[in-house]
């Protein structure tokens, strides 16, 4: 089964625009697993339990498993993650961006090492840095094209003196992306949630692409005003929320608050759907 | 000590503007090693021993290691290069680029976990997903700038129509990393040494800042061309080769091969520099 094809059923299953993003923080885990970054697996693993009839995907972010040397932790949650909610995709959050013999290594980390459904990208390095993942046909590739963070503006809205109708550097790449790079039909793009006619705009551009949107929740993005913009009957969006679900509590309910949160989250994205 | 100290240290004391990039690929390794991920360390340690006197970097490119669930191997890895050669710099190459809170985790891998002097980044998310690095104090951060592969013209060759002088995005780069960006001296830039020409136009607009230069030897890219292009007294030039180092013979002489073609890399580099 492709990537596109789990998110749809899993949208249409649970009912759900809403993907987990797994950030674990070990100082900000509960008491009782507080700063063990041990328990890393067991705070994630907590979280999928609670969340996965509400979620269309989860989204573990690399660099926090990374950073506390717990690479076997997220070997064994995408294990949990497959045994549990079998038809919830995985998107693996790893943001790489390197030439093809290295995005070779990359692309059998996050699809093999890992068994990722999909896995986001940054698109700076062009479309033969893009290729090598686009070998592995069915899995998704979402290419940042316009990020939530202030200093996103510094090179993504750049305008291009060059191109056709002189767009912005992130509506350039959202059009190559519905186009010409999105060979096999692979490819997403990740557009933050803080600025919903961005988002609009990215739509207009790349009309059928899946658009995973980090920022709602914890970054401020409005959930109501992001689903208008992105989704459309073709066009499905994956919008991320990832802190104000994890760390919904700091005591030992923890995970039933993040389910409260993760419904809460999940139905203001559904009202907006009209 | 400050990474670009240890660099300047090195280039001397080894007479060296070689960087040896450690690419590990099991497929690759010497009758003996063929195929074991196992010994990774061991190969990469050997070549390490061989060339420790004639680089003045080494550069481990960490989606090697990843690929191969071998993450332990590099840690081991960078505690043996701090051990026989402590005044050679080791810059992590991992091309990381996220926002501030994520950035922070991949700042965390790379400076405490692996010990790296310093790191290799993507610009593409702005200054605020460089900012984190920089607050380790002393680290170097090298900027993807111009790349080298075919892709790299994609976006980074776009003319920027509303900047001062309509800069192409990487002159836009090389110009915000010598000026705004670089706000405690420790950036530097990567640029890609099959443009010899991009290279002089990238040292024009960042006269000072380190220039770490892949592509030399299994890419293509000129030596002595890169040395001219690059080089000034006060602008250093790290020069990197990779495989046509490590893969330089695949008997078991293949450390002594290595020495002997990073030794004859060495030479040509400094024969440019005139």
Redesign the interface.
């Given at each position: 089964m492709t990537f596109i094809d789990m998110l749809r059923g899993a949208t249409a299953r649970n009912d759900s625009l809403l993907c987990v993003g797994l950030?674990p923080e070990p100082s900000r885990f509960p008491a009782g697993l507080r700063g063990d970054a041990g328990r890393i697996y067991d705070f994630c693993a907590a979280i999928v339990d609670a969340t996965a009839d509400l979620a269309c995907a989860f989204k573990p972010?690399i660099?926090?498993f990374?950073?506390h040397?717990a690479?076997e932790q997220l070997e064994r949650l995408m294990r949990h993650m497959r045994a549990t909610a079998p038809h919830v995709p995985v998107i693996l959050d790893a943001?790489?961006?390197?030439?093809?013999?290295?995005?070779q290594?990359?692309a059998?980390?996050a699809f093999?090492?890992y068994g990722a459904d999909a896995v986001t990208l940054?698109?700076?390095?062009?479309?033969?840095?893009i290729e090598p993942y686009l070998a592995y046909h069915g899995k998704g590739a979402f290419l940042?094209c316009r990020?939530?963070?202030?200093?996103?503006?510094?090179?993504?809205s750049?305008?291009?003196?060059?191109?056709d109708g002189?767009p912005l550097?992130f509506e350039?790449?959202a059009r190559?992306a519905q186009g010409p790079w999105n060979r096999n039909g692979q490819l997403g793009l990740v557009v933050g949630a803080t600025y919903p006619a961005e988002i609009e705009r990215v739509r207009a551009l790349a009309p059928t692409l899946p658009l995973l949107i980090p920022g709602v929740g914890a970054q401020g993005g409005d959930a109501a005003a992001t689903v208008r913009a992105g989704l459309r009957p073709d066009g499905p969006v994956v919008v991320n929320s990832s802190r104000a679900i994890l760390y919904a509590s700091a005591d030992e309910g923890f995970a039933a608050a993040a389910r409260q949160a993760a419904q809460a989250t999940r139905d203001a994205l559904n009202a907006a759907r009209g």
């Open positions: 950030d972010q660099a926090y990374a950073a040397r690479e943001k790489r961006g390197d030439i093809g013999s290295t995005a290594q990359y059998i980390e093999e090492r940054s698109p700076f390095m062009g479309f033969d840095s940042l990020t939530s963070n202030p200093g996103g503006d510094d090179l993504q750049q305008r291009l003196a060059s191109v002189q550097l350039h790449i190559q």
